[in-house]
């Protein structure tokens, strides 16, 4: 049993050492091989690899993939007016020399975005304080952003390059500073109000003009109607006057009756008029009594 039990403890010992020297590389990162503390390889390609057992050789693993680096300072920067800006930021960059990466910069990509992250920003700001606001928000933003990325490039390929390459840089957001912007939203506002009152004292002044000429108009058109329906009456009560005296003076008869019905008309042709009067002692109602008969 004990020669047993040593063998499979001796097997499982070379197992352990066996795969302590194997490692797996994944196609997005890069795997460094340190031997005692000093990078003795990189390895570039996916797959399985082999390496001494520790502690005389040890793997790390590096991302080569893409990575962004967002901004994480929120101090205002300078234009060339002396105007307090704030700006967002980010950068696409990517580890593409493993060795000089961790010679120069750090062990992991933490420690490349730190460093990468001071050199955007003085960037930036060099840049920015050579520009107007207007400059900055739409005429040369373009620009800014080129010239940004060419100088972080020759800052990361310089005496000691960092082993990365700059892929983009994009200025995402440039607004005044807080105090800054509600200065101007109140200056903003004040103006859309004093505009709107204008609108409105102009508008109101036309309301009045319309209201003023539409009466104007109103009394000329009554005072017209009026003077057309009295030269029309006036013609109508000629006309009217000339019938009667041709049609009396044909009749005399017939007109003292027609005199009549309109004096009966006048003076009892309303509801509630009342006369007190003997008709047979007046010749006002002579033409509303009976003939008498003549006598012989």
Avoid at 31 to 57: A, D, H
Avoid at 174 to 180: F, K, N, Q, R, T
Avoid at 183 to 200: G, H, K
Avoid at 246 to 272: C, H, I, W
Wanted: glycine share 6%; net charge positive.
């Amino acid at each position: 049993m004990n020669k047993v039990g040593f063998i499979g403890t001796t097997l499982l010992i070379l197992l352990a050492l066996v795969a302590s020297t194997m490692f797996v590389v994944d196609q997005r990162q890069f795997g460094v091989v340190y031997q005692l503390g000093q990078i003795q390889r990189v390895i570039t390609e996916p797959g399985l690899s082999f390496k001494l057992p520790p502690p005389v050789q040890n793997v790390r693993y590096i991302d080569k993939r893409l990575l962004t680096l967002d901004s994480m300072d929120t101090e205002p920067v300078l234009t060339a007016e002396k105007q307090r800006v704030v700006i967002d930021w980010y950068v696409r960059w990517r580890i593409t020399d493993p060795q000089a990466y961790i010679r120069n910069v750090g062990v992991d990509e933490s420690a490349g975005a730190t460093q990468l992250n001071r050199v955007v920003r003085n960037a930036f700001q060099e840049e920015i304080n050579r520009r107007t606001v207007r400059e900055l928000i739409s005429t040369r933003r373009e620009t800014l952003m080129a010239d940004v990325k060419r100088e972080v490039t020759e800052a990361v390929k310089g005496a000691k390059p960092w082993g990365i390459d700059i892929v983009d840089v994009r200025l995402t957001r440039a607004d005044y500073v807080e105090s800054i912007t509600e200065s101007v939203y109140t200056r903003m506002q004040t103006e859309r109000q004093r505009v709107a009152n204008e609108l409105r004292s102009t508008g109101a002044a036309e309301g009045e003009q319309i209201r003023a000429d539409a009466d104007r108009q109103r009394e000329v058109t009554v005072a017209n109607a009026y003077r057309d329906a009295e030269k029309v009456r006036g013609e109508g009560d000629a006309e009217a006057t000339r019938i009667y005296g041709e049609s009396f003076g044909k009749d005399p008869q017939f007109a003292q009756f027609y005199r009549s019905l309109d004096a009966y008309k006048t003076s009892v042709g309303k509801k509630g008029d009342v006369l007190v009067i003997d008709p047979a002692a007046t010749e006002f109602f002579s033409n509303m009594r009976a003939p008498q008969p003549s006598r012989r």
